[in-house]
């Protein structure tokens, strides 16, 4: 057997594992886990733009719902030298496995980084961001959560700074055939509160075809000089 195959495999072995293990926290939590799969290559390529965009300047990163890691693969080797990396994931399971793969990424400095397991909102820190990742299943959490996320996000981002975040394709559809009417509301909501969002802050989206599921991903901005978060009273009103 040759080094590339040992290495080839090895990398197969290995998302045959993360498939698996997202497979098993799917099932134990779907709400908070939000899919089924990690995202696939395309998707993790479209959400870390923003960083390729920022670079070569150091860079403070913000990657929130990192799951098994597999956006965090693609952005370790996009940091530009000295950029500070810190990660914010709800699952203990999730979060050692994250532990797991900083410590002992040759690409980085135990200093550059660092895993809190935490659920992002409640993330206590006076750091400010150029680039938040998130991969938070928006769409399956309250109004109130969302709105929360959201404008914890805004105020994490340095003025100009840039929050890139992924939705799946036709979920709106697909829960409005299947669950309850009180779901198809939340689920409107959220579609709402999210719509404000980027009628006010967004810079661009694209679709990635190639992810199962399709999905959009976001790109919005922080403007440089601060506004007041959209229709901040307009939560309580939807819930
Ligand atoms: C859809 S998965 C995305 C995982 C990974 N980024 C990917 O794209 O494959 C969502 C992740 O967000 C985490 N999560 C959900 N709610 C969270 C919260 N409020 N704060 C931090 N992490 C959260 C889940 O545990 C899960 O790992």
Do not use: C
Request: charged fraction near 20%.
């Amino acid at each position: 057997m040759n080094d590339w195959t040992t290495s080839h495999d090895r990398v197969l072995a290995q998302r045959n594992a993360e498939g698996w293990m997202f497979l098993i926290e799917a099932a134990r939590d779907l709400r908070t886990t939000g899919a089924i799969a990690p995202s696939g290559k395309a998707l993790a390529r479209a959400l870390t733009d923003p960083v390729r965009a920022q670079a070569p300047r150091p860079l403070a990163v913000l990657e929130a719902g990192a799951g098994t890691g597999t956006v965090t693969r693609t952005l370790i080797p996009e940091l530009p030298r000295a950029s500070r990396l810190d990660i914010v994931e709800a699952n203990p399971r999730f979060a050692s496995r994250l532990r797991h793969l900083v410590t002992t990424h040759p690409h980085l400095a135990p200093a550059q980084v660092n895993v809190n397991q935490t659920y992002v909102e409640q993330l206590d820190t006076d750091q400010r961001y150029d680039v938040i990742v998130s991969g938070l299943p928006l769409t399956n959490f309250t109004p109130v959560q969302v709105e929360r996320i959201m404008a914890r996000y805004m105020e994490l981002l340095h003025p100009g700074g840039t929050l890139t975040y992924f939705a799946y394709l036709g979920t709106r559809k697909a829960r409005a055939l299947t669950a309850s009417r009180a779901e198809a509301r939340r689920h409107a909501a959220v579609d709402e509160i999210m719509a404000t969002y980027q009628r006010t802050y967004a810079t661009g989206r694209w679709t990635v075809w190639a992810n199962v599921p399709p999905a959009y991903v976001w790109h919005l901005q922080r403007p440089l000089v601060s506004a007041e978060h959209p229709e901040p009273q307009s939560v309580e009103a939807r819930r």
